[in-house]
């Protein structure tokens, strides 16, 4: 979201926050939201749960979507092995159901990874069927989100350094 309005500032002639401020941004409003959850009762224990940074020399790429009415935004962010995010991006998709819209975050990840020069990378998304399809190829996957697990599968087997994980 915040990516989304940074590029919305910028376009219509404003200046655009940096990266430091967007950063900062997500973390507040994440924070937000999970303690408003944890108030309410409805949230999931995160007590034990932090993110994890990767190996040294790996990266770890985050990837989520959002889906409304056949409209998918997802969303990227690449981390070092300190933790630092030095990559964020964020791209518009039409789909058909959340699946698709998770699939197509990981899609993104997979693109953006293919045009640098990393060889290790872990891409973590928090959807259980898209990386359940795209770990098992026996699997075979929604329809909707097939084609979308299939190229996946191919940048899979091309890198065999990507490891793709659950995360909550």
Do not use: Y
Request: charged share 20%.
């Amino acid at each position: 979201m915040w990516v989304w309005f940074a590029r919305n500032k910028l376009a219509h002639g404003f200046a655009a926050p940096s990266v430091q401020e967007i950063t900062i941004a997500i973390s507040r409003e994440a924070k937000s939201h999970w303690l408003s959850l944890a108030q309410t009762g409805l949230g999931l224990d995160l007590s034990n749960k932090t993110w994890k940074p990767p190996p040294f020399d790996w990266i770890k790429v985050n990837v989520d979507a959002a889906f409304r009415d056949g409209c998918a935004q997802t969303g990227v962010v690449f981390r070092n092995c300190n933790g630092s995010i030095f990559h964020i991006a964020s791209h518009k998709h039409h789909c058909q159901d959340p699946t698709s819209a998770e699939s197509l975050a990981i899609m993104d990840a997979c693109l953006e990874l293919e045009n640098t020069t990393f060889s290790n990378a872990i891409i973590e998304s928090d959807c259980k069927n898209a990386i359940t399809f795209i770990k098992v190829d026996a699997l075979n996957c929604f329809w909707n989100a097939s084609p979308i697990i299939e190229r996946i599968r191919r940048f899979k087997k091309a890198w065999a350094q990507f490891r793709f994980l659950l995360c909550f």
